[in-house]
C-alpha cells in the first residue's frame, strides 16, 4: 500500500509539519508501505518527491532535521525542487493509497485540505473536514465546549468588523468580563504563533493587533495564574482511548513558537504527577472534547490546572505536533503504543473510516433508487 505524505504547506506552521514528516518517514513500516513524499511549498506548489520503500532511502535526510536549529533553517524548497516534480493535488489519486497530511495550521488542519481528499474519495489520516474546521477555530470550538457542558475560562471572541470600527467597545466588553492579564490568540493558528499576554490596555490593543495580522477573528481569554499546563493525547474512532496526562513544566508564562520548536526550551513530565481522581477527569474531558467537535483518528487536549483543582479545557489540537520530541507521541510512548505502531494504528483507523464513509454512501444511492 501507498502512502502519500503530505507535509509542508501555506501556514505559519510550515516548518513545523516538514519537523513532523521527517519523523513519520523515518519510522513507519516499511515493510507493509512505500511511501510517497508530497512537498507543499509556501506558495501552495505541490511537489512530488521519490518513492521511498526503506527508511535507508529517505530523500533530503540532510535537510529534513530532527533537531532544533539556531538558525531556524528547517526549510526544503531548493532540495525538494531539485530531486521532485511539481503535480497538481488531483494528481495524487490512486487505488490501494492513503494520505497522511502532516500538515499544520490553516489549509492543513483546518479541514480544507481534508476537503479535497473527500473529493478524492481517498482515505485519510486524522480529523474529517467538520472536526478538522471546528477544532481548528477556537472561537466555535468553545461555542461545541460550552454545549457539552465543559469547563473552560471566560474569553470575548472579536471580530475585524469590531475592531476596526467599535475598537472602544472592544476594551469595554474584554475588560468588563475578564481581568488581566489576558491572553490574546488569532483564532485560527496554533503552535503558539501571534499568541500575547496582555497586562493593561496598551499591552492588549498591541496583542489583539499582532493577532489581527494572522486572522480576521481573534479571541482574548482570561489569564489563569500559575495554572499547570496539562496535555491528553486522544486515538480512535468511535472506540476512543485517552493517554496518560503530560504535564509543560513552565519556567516562563507561556511558550512561544521560539521556545517549543527552535530553541526547545520546553520540559515535559510524562506522566504528570496528578492524583487518580484528577487523572480520570482530564481523560474523561479529553475525550468528551473529542467527541463534541466529532474527532477521529487523532487529537490533543490541552488543559489548564489551577492549584486549587479547577480544572478548564484549553483547546483541542486535531493534528498535533508529531515529531520525535513533540508531546502527542511521548504521552502514547508512556502509555503503552511506541511511535511505529502509534503511525500503523492511524493508517488503520484511516481505513476503518473511509469503508465506514463507503457503506454510507452506498446506502444513500441504494435509498434514492
Known sequence: MKIFLLYGGKSAEHDISILTAHSIIQEIYYQYYEVEPIYITREGQWIRGPIVRQAEEVPFAESLRMEPSEDKQ?????????????????DIKEENAVIFPALHGPNGEDGTVQGLFEVLNMPYVGAGVLASAAGMDKIVTKHLFHQAGLPQVPYEPISKFDWENEREKVFIRCEGSLIYPMYVKPANLGSSVGINKAGNREELEAAIQQAFQYDRRVVVEQGVEEAREVEVALLGNDDIHASVPGELLKSVDFYDYDSKYITNDVKMQIPAQLSEETTAKLR??????????????????????????????????????????????????????????????????????????????????????
Not at 525538494?80 to 511539481?86: E, I, N, T, W
Not at 483541542?316 to 502514547?332: H, R
Not at 508512556?334 to 469503508?355: M, P, S, V
Request: charged share 20%; glycine share 6%.
Open 284 to 369: 474523561t474531558y479529553a475525550v468528551k472534547a473529542f467527541q463534541a467537535i466529532d474527532g477521529s483518528g487523532l487529537s490533543r487536549c490541552d488543559f489548564f490546572l489551577t492549584n486549587n483543582g479547577e480544572i478548564f479545557v484549553n483547546e483541542i489540537n486535531t493534528m498535533p505536533g508529531f515529531t520525535a520530541y513533540s508531546m502527542y507521541p511521548l504521552l502514547w510512548q508512556h502509555t503503552g503504543l511506541n511511535y511505529g505502531d502509534l503511525i500503523e494504528e492511524l493508517i488503520q483507523l484511516a481505513l476503518k473510516r473511509f469503508e465506514e464513509r463507503q457503506a454510507f454512501q452506498q446506502k444513500n444511492r441504494e435509498a434514492m433508487n
Open 74 to 90: 528547517f526549510s526544503m524548497e531548493e532540495t525538494v525542487l531539485s530531486k521532485g516534480h511539481l503535480v497538481q493535488p488531483s
